[in-house]
């Protein structure tokens, strides 16, 4: 198993220009997450879906959108750039169900908008 | 929304310590957990608490969820420089999804 993997590892952007990270897994968890990393800020969630076709808006969601068409891919698509996107962002993915809510947890995507 | 208050910001100790660090919340929680995340890596799971009053243990680390709901305790006994990384606890009530604390970075002098 692979777990969870995330594509790209890096990334360097301008401003205005779109992109879409990539966050694949392979534990056929039905629950997915994308959060950004901040300094001094901890994780905060920006979209997350409870399975195949679902999507929910997170804490700061503005500025991304997210699209779950497969069970084991969840997509992060930032439509026009601004520096304020520039951060390490983590997905992640847990079993649906009580008490299951471990969350696994990819390498990261380290994001700079210039 | 739910707010986590994590502290320690950040230690540094010997190593060989012991290390405690809490996260209190402003509302009751049914799960709290601990992750640690290493430099350049994501975050890793290290106790999961679902119980009032639970205490459980991982190794050299012990963590409890506290009696009111409100707050959750991690130890570390006798620390390495391995232990090194930050520290982050998560909780969440009813169906809402997890909500992290900022971290507590960890330093261990050799």
């Known amino acids: 198993n692979a777990g969870v993997t995330q594509t790209p590892k890096f990334r360097v952007l301008k401003t205005g220009q779109s992109m879409t990270l990539l966050c694949a897994q392979d534990?056929?968890?039905?629950?997915m997450y994308w959060y950004r990393q901040d300094p001094g800020m901890g994780l905060r969630l920006i979209h997350y879906?409870?399975?195949?076709?679902?999507?929910a808006k997170g804490e700061v969601p503005d500025g991304y959108n997210v699209s779950r068409l497969k069970k084991q891919n969840f997509l992060l698509g930032l439509e026009s750039a601004a520096p304020s996107q520039t951060s390490v962002y983590f997905c992640a993915s847990c079993v649906s169900g009580v008490n299951t809510d471990t969350q696994y947890f990819g390498p990261g995507t380290r994001l700079t908008v210039l | 929304g739910q707010q986590l208050n994590q502290s320690p910001q950040s230690m540094f100790i010997q190593e060989g310590e012991d290390v405690s660090m809490n996260c209190t919340s402003s509302s009751i929680f049914n799960t709290w957990l601990w992750y640690k995340q290493d430099p350049g890596e994501g975050p890793v799971l290290l106790i999961a608490?679902?119980?009032?009053?639970e205490l459980t243990s991982n190794g050299r680390l012990t963590a409890q969820f506290g009696i009111t709901r409100k707050d959750s305790f991690l130890n570390i006994s006798a620390s390495i420089p391995s232990d090194v990384g930050i520290y982050f606890c998560a909780g969440r009530s009813g169906n809402t999804p997890l909500v992290f604390g900022k971290g507590t970075r960890l330093s261990v002098i050799a």
């Open positions: 608490l679902y119980k009032a009053g």
């Open positions: 879906s409870v399975g195949e076709g679902t999507t």
């Open positions: 534990m056929n968890h039905e629950y």
